[in-house]
């Protein structure tokens, strides 16, 4: 049951309980009231009854001192006595109206009363008419009707005695049932009293433990409210020293950003800087190979020229020897010019931009071969062309790759009576690696590592013609595609040149890339 | 042949061992009587145009072909192509840039100015000399010279 509840359910049983109390209690001074008055109508009963008895009396009284004395005036105080007494009877019964008893009483008593009066008027009324016409028998005539009298007399006493103890008893009774009210009343009001004070007890017993409880509870709330608020201290504490954390952090990024800033800016700077130093290396390397191709080359043309002439138009001044040292000379200075020509080749292979597109290397091999299958260099050469992929390289740069190679190739195998040059593709790697192999002389493997510095040669120059930097060419191409170069030889079993060209992908994407470039140009 | 005859060849080259070299080939070539050879832009093309030091000369006396080197003094061989290119008086004789360079730019520029074509001198003077003869049989045999009419200003 709820605190609510049981407050409601006393104070409800409270006010049931006064309201009862009051309805008794009304009820029973109502009552005692009715008694009272009726107590009040007994007395004034009691009180006619011996106006009566008084009255009766006096008129017994007077009607002998009237008979002795024949005064006039006792005769007025008997017409009042008798007055009297007759209103006296008159009160009784319209007083006892509802007494049923009483006014049998008074029925018997009414009668005895009027013979009574008559009997004593008569004995009163005689003497006085005598005495006043000087009869002299009047008091004999009075006496005569004294025993009449005296038992009327008599029963209206005893009557007068009968309505009195009637009125006395109920009375008695009335005050009794008074009394009996009026006990009642206190029992009901002890009874009210002591519930009240009961409930009152109960409703404070309620009242002190809700507010107990209510006390607990507060003590408890401000117990959390206390903790909660050192947790919410604690926590904004938490909280600021992170804040201040993330800002110190914040301010360390910044600061970190703004470094890497002023490095990119200065990076930015080098870089152009550095742009600006290369270029200008570049075109004093490009005004170098102009200086190179143009100027160093006529020294040579000019030495060449006039050893010539010496020979065809002066050579029969000449003595044996003198021309062997002319041919040497002019041999050197050709060396030389194809040096020049061959090392400009290979920087220019380096200068040249890359430009990558889709080739295929089946076509590209087959035109370079083309060039020799007629040639006194190319006689008796079987050539054998496997099947071979598309690539994304540049087209001129693959050529001078495959003319280089196949220059080699050509070379090595001279002289040998089955010559055979073939191409193809392994397909295991990805891209896939494709390779130049021949049948010729061959290289010892120890010095494969050599074989494509520039300059570099694995074979007397009197066996083999060149300037060693045909490799050095391809492997600077083959570079320059991203990819990597390899020789694989035993001497005497020849030679296979394996060769990659760089991410596939990539370069087709990079051409895709250019088309949708041009596509939308 | 005297200096009178009209020039046939007109060889302009800076380098006397080149110049040297170049006339022993035309020369043993046989296709021409008289070379004139000079040595820069700015004697050349006074030499063309008749001015200065040529001042004189019959103008109407064109060489039948021009052999001209890149790296000349004063005026150099592009410049030189440039305005002999450009003038009508002389735009119709054929010049052939005979060069030891073989830089694409320079062919490439030699092109654009309407060079009639871009010998390289080879290294080897045999080669050269073959170079020479060819060059001689074609320009001055083969080739048929251009009309009078072709140095009308238009």
């Excluded at chain 1, 049998?104 to 004995?123: C, I, N, S």
């Excluded at chain 2, 005026?75 to 360079?101: H, M, N, W, Y």
Aim: charged share 25%.
């Amino acid at each position: 049951m709820t605190f609510q509840t049981k407050l409601a359910t006393a104070y409800s049983l409270a006010v049931v309980i006064l309201c009862a109390m009051c309805v008794v209690s009304y009820c029973n001074a109502t009552k005692i009231e009715e008694t009272r008055q009726w107590g009040r109508h007994s007395s004034a009963v009691l009180h006619r009854n011996e106006a009566l008895a008084e009255n009766l009396a006096r008129l017994e009284e007077i009607s002998f001192e009237y008979a002795g004395t024949s005064d006039p005036q006792a005769l007025a105080s008997l017409d009042v006595a008798r007055t009297g007494a007759l209103s006296a009877a008159h009160d009784l019964r319209s007083l006892t109206a509802d007494n049923l008893s009483q006014q049998q009483r008074l029925g018997l008593l009414d009668p005895k009363l009027v013979r009574y009066l008559g009997l004593l008027r008569e004995a009163i009324v005689s003497p006085a008419i005598a005495t006043a016409a000087g009869n002299a028998h009047a008091p004999a005539t009075v006496r005569a009707f004294l025993p009449e009298r005296a038992a009327l007399s008599h029963d209206i006493s005893d009557l007068i005695q009968q309505i009195n103890a009637e009125e006395d008893r109920l009375s008695l009774v009335r005050r009794q049932a008074i009394d009996e009210a009026l006990r009642r009343s206190s029992g009901y009001l002890a009874f009210g009293y002591a519930s009240a004070i009961f409930l009152s007890v109960v409703c404070i017993l309620i009242l002190r433990g809700e507010m107990r409880h209510r006390a607990a509870i507060q003590n408890e709330l401000e117990k959390a409210q206390v903790s909660l608020e050192h947790r919410v201290h604690e926590r904004t504490e938490d909280l600021r020293a992170a804040n201040l954390a993330l800002q110190a952090q914040i301010e360390e990024r910044k600061r970190a950003e703004r470094q890497v800033q002023q490095l990119n800016a200065s990076l930015e700077i080098r870089v152009e800087e550095r742009t600006a130093e290369l270029t200008q290396v570049v075109n004093e390397l490009d005004s170098f190979c102009y200086t190179v191709s143009h100027d160093l080359r006529a020294p040579l043309r000019h030495v060449d020229g006039f050893s010539r002439i010496l020979e065809s138009e002066f050579g029969a001044e000449l003595s044996d020897e003198a021309r062997r040292h002319l041919r040497r000379i002019v041999q050197a200075v050709n060396r030389m010019g194809r040096l020049i020509d061959d090392l400009l080749d290979l920087s220019r292979i380096g200068r040249k931009k890359l430009i990558r597109r889709r080739v295929s290397v089946q076509d590209l091999v087959e035109r370079s071969v083309a060039n020799y299958r007629d040639s006194p260099d190319g006689r008796g050469v079987e050539w054998r062309i496997d099947p071979l992929p598309e690539f994304d390289c540049d087209p001129g740069l693959l050529e001078v790759v495959y003319a280089n190679l196949i220059a080699n190739a050509v070379k090595f195998t001279r002289g040998l009576p089955h010559r055979v040059i073939q191409f193809g593709a392994l397909d295991t790697s990805s891209p896939a690696t494709l390779f130049v192999r021949d049948n010729g002389v061959g290289f010892d493997p120890k010095y494969a590592d050599k074989l494509f510095g520039a300059f570099q040669r694995l074979h007397p120059e009197d066996d083999f013609e060149g300037t060693g930097i045909g490799l050095a060419t391809v492997q600077r191409i083959v570079l320059r595609h991203g990819g990597s170069i390899r020789a694989e030889s035993q001497p005497g079993s020849g030679a296979t040149f394996y060769f990659t060209l760089g991410a596939q992908t990539e370069g087709a994407l990079a051409r895709k890339l250019e088309e949708v470039k041009h596509v939308g140009v | 042949m005297s200096e009178s005859d009209p020039v046939e060849i007109l060889l302009v080259e800076d380098n006397p061992a080149d110049a040297e070299l170049a006339l022993h080939a035309l020369r043993k070539s046989k296709v021409a009587n008289h070379i004139l050879h000079l040595h820069d832009g700015a004697e050349a093309l006074d030499f063309m145009f008749c001015r200065g030091e040529y001042a004189n000369r019959a103008c109407e006396n064109r060489p039948a072909i021009i052999l001209l080197d890149l790296k000349l003094p004063k005026v150099d061989g592009l410049q030189v192509l440039q305005e002999l290119k450009s003038d009508p008086r002389t735009r119709a004789i054929p010049v052939i840039l005979l060069t030891s360079s073989q830089e694409e730019h320079d062919m490439a520029t030699g092109y654009q100015n309407g060079v009639n074509s871009y010998i390289q001198k080879p290294v080897n003077f045999a080669e050269f000399q073959d170079v020479v003869n060819k060059l001689g049989v074609y320009w001055l045999v083969v080739n048929r010279k251009p009309p009078a009419v072709a140095f009308l200003e238009a």
